[in-house]
């Protein structure tokens, strides 16, 4: 269908003079108040009768509903949708069934809106993004002040809530590897069950044969051991997910985790970060601290062939098992050090991670695969969350938090499959064209002066 739409515009301006930041602003005000609103329920109106006209002739999808062409027209029902161009107010009309008495709303289906349907999902996806950074209170207040589209911050956090755009995919393929780490927020407390401010939100990302960042999941007040049943989900029928866990060495997440892997590799920066923490509790002097992290850096410092692992020939192979061997001799070394200086807790700590610090370089010689040596990855990814978790709100239900924390995963990991998911919602298909062909003024203007 296509049509021709006139647009007529009043425009009086004073022959004394105005600035050209007020007619920028009243053309704009117009527009977004009215005139683009006005545009889409004209466009509305057309495709409404056209289809209504159709189905009372018996032409057209849907015509039918006691096996004949039976409806007629019955009345009109007024209806408010919200956009980001304003609010649209349309009366579309409501078919009856002369043989069964049953109704039908033509326009709803061609739109494929749902039945109480009051918002576009392309309002949606703005709410989404513009509160994923900020909170609800400035985003509220942001969308009113720059867009003209005023959303409550009640009505926001509702369209949040609700809104299914955090649902994550499964894996496109086998895992590499597999991340988690967890973060704290302040929580809304609930004195009934018990629940202080003090939440806890835990998170996990795979990376693909490939190379491709996944989200795997976020999870709020759940343990690692529960996190690990539903991950393990997501495994072969050994239940194996992935093939090397990179961690931090949190308690209860190598241990939940780890069997869903083949090998467990401890990140170095952690390694290194926490031995100044665990010296420091037991007194040693930041010159000593700083001296064994040095050397304890200097010990995990084994770096891998550029080429690959079917370019590297035997022997280089044999000398970099031997090197393995001969770091890992050197670090119970270092461990027996720690020890004799009265550091124990710092001993036991690395004495601990020792097996796991360089799972990499047998992960790479055995398999090929590339596995990496800290959690630089996802500690990223928790910054960002902490930022919006922890920084710009409090007092999150653990259900909203994780939620939030989703959405921002699937934004972060991969912008494009997160645009792809909205162009699909918002079923983006190019089956609308809009031309303006010309502004033109009436050829003898009335000019009203003050």
Known sequence: MQTSIAVELVAAVSEKGFSLDELVLKVRQLFENQGMAGVIALVLKLVDEMLSRRMVQGEGPGRDCCGAPCYELHDRLPRRFRTAAGEVHIEWRRL????????????????????????????????VEVICDQSYRRGSRHLRLIGQIPVPKSTAHRWVEQSPCDELEEPPGPLAVVMADSTGYKRRPDNEKGLDNRGDLRMAIGITQDGEVVPLGTWSGDSWEAIGRQLGELGDEEGTVADVLVSDGEPGLPQSLGPLTEGEQRCHWHTIHDLDERMRKQGAPIGLRRAMQKELAALLELPLPVASVEEVSAAEKGALWEQTETAEARLSEFVASLAARGYDQAARYVRRAKDRLFTYVRFWLTHGVVSPRACSLIERIMRELARRLKRIAFGWRPQNAAKMARILLKRLLNHTQWEAYWRDRLRIKDNVLLALRRIVADPSPQVLGR
């Open 96 to 127: 009856r069934c002369r043989a069964c008495g049953k109704t039908k709303v033509p326009l709803r289906d061609f739109l494929g809106l749902s039945r109480w349907q009051s918002k576009s999902t392309e309002l949606e996806q703005m709410v």
